[in-house]
């Protein structure tokens, strides 16, 4: 599986915008790229997937350039409740278990 | 509506004693996952099953066990339980291969 590599810690002041990018210089044509948010106390859970260009929906938005060595979770106008670990992953598109990396803990601060 | 659940919530326990943490699924999926995490480390997998009677070792399996007997549950078990086992236990369940994965809710072992 490809090894990501993202930034420890992040902090964003509310009502910002967040960009959290990921290194994967050895991705493999099947590889998708896919985030997950754990928030304290909590089972991570799926945020977005994507495989090139760009994804959104209802809570962030995922740009993959042509290259595909790196990724940009896109989080907008970010509150409190966003503060949370961002784990970045790529998921081969064969059945194989997900393996986590340390994510990016992300503190947003009123 | 389809969930996982996992039992108990928290648990503490003596060294050497047997442990067993429940993960029961409504989602109907093939693949169960267990996780542990502590501080400093993420997420590390233990144990994963792709089917009933399939089970397979993950990067940290010494020490635990898991055995499928149906679709919906993959316990796992502490055969003898040591101190450096306490952590916090994730069960997950996913379907295909680039479907979701789902966690449940955790459980915190201390092992004293």
Same mark, same amino acid.
């Given at each position: 599986?490809?090894? $990501?590599?993202?930034?420890?810690?992040?902090?964003?002041?509310?009502?910002? =915008?967040?960009?959290?990018?990921?290194?994967?210089?050895?991705? &493999? $044509?099947?590889?998708?790229?896919?985030?997950? +948010? +754990?928030? !304290?106390? +909590?089972? !991570?859970?799926?945020?977005? +997937?994507?495989?090139?260009?760009? @994804?959104?929906? =209802?809570?962030?938005?995922?740009?993959? !350039? &042509?290259?595909?060595?790196?990724?940009?979770?896109?989080?907008?106008? @970010?509150?409190?409740?966003?503060?949370?670990?961002?784990?970045?992953?790529?998921?081969?598109?064969?059945?194989? !278990?997900?393996?986590?990396?340390?994510?990016?803990?992300?503190? @947003?601060?009123? | 509506?389809?969930?996982?659940?996992?039992?108990?919530?928290?648990?503490?326990?003596?060294?050497?004693?047997?442990? %067993?943490?429940?993960?029961?699924?409504?989602?109907? #999926?093939?693949?169960?996952?267990?996780?542990?995490?502590?501080?400093?480390?993420?997420?590390?997998?233990? #144990?994963?099953?792709? *089917?009933?009677?399939?089970?397979?070792? *993950?990067?940290?399996?010494?020490?635990?066990?898991?055995?499928?007997?149906?679709?919906?549950?993959?316990?796992? %078990?502490?055969?003898?339980?040591?101190?450096?086992?306490?952590?916090?236990?994730?069960?997950?369940?996913?379907?295909?291969? %680039?479907?979701?994965?789902?966690?449940?809710? *955790? %459980?915190?072992?201390?092992?004293?």
């Amino acid at each position: 599986l490809a090894k $990501t590599t993202q930034p420890i810690s992040m902090d964003s002041y509310e009502g910002q =915008e967040v960009n959290i990018t990921c290194s994967h210089n050895n991705i &493999a $044509t099947n590889d998708y790229i896919t985030w997950y +948010q +754990q928030f !304290p106390s +909590q089972g !991570p859970r799926f945020i977005i +997937q994507g495989y090139k260009t760009k @994804v959104t929906n =209802e809570v962030a938005s995922l740009f993959i !350039p &042509a290259d595909r060595k790196s990724s940009t979770l896109s989080l907008p106008r @970010v509150s409190l409740s966003d503060t949370a670990v961002y784990y970045c992953l790529a998921t081969f598109s064969g059945n194989t !278990p997900l393996v986590f990396g340390k994510g990016t803990r992300l503190s @947003v601060i009123a | 509506d389809a969930e996982i659940t996992q039992s108990p919530r928290h648990k503490i326990t003596e060294t050497g004693r047997q442990v %067993t943490l429940a993960c029961h699924q409504t989602w109907n #999926h093939n693949n169960m996952f267990w996780y542990r995490q502590d501080l400093g480390h993420g997420l590390r997998l233990i #144990h994963y099953s792709y *089917g009933v009677q399939d089970t397979n070792k *993950g990067e940290v399996s010494d020490g635990y066990s898991v055995s499928r007997s149906n679709t919906e549950d993959l316990p796992l %078990t502490l055969e003898s339980a040591a101190s450096s086992q306490t952590s916090v236990y994730f069960c997950a369940s996913r379907g295909t291969a %680039t479907d979701t994965q789902y966690f449940g809710p *955790g %459980t915190r072992l201390t092992v004293l």
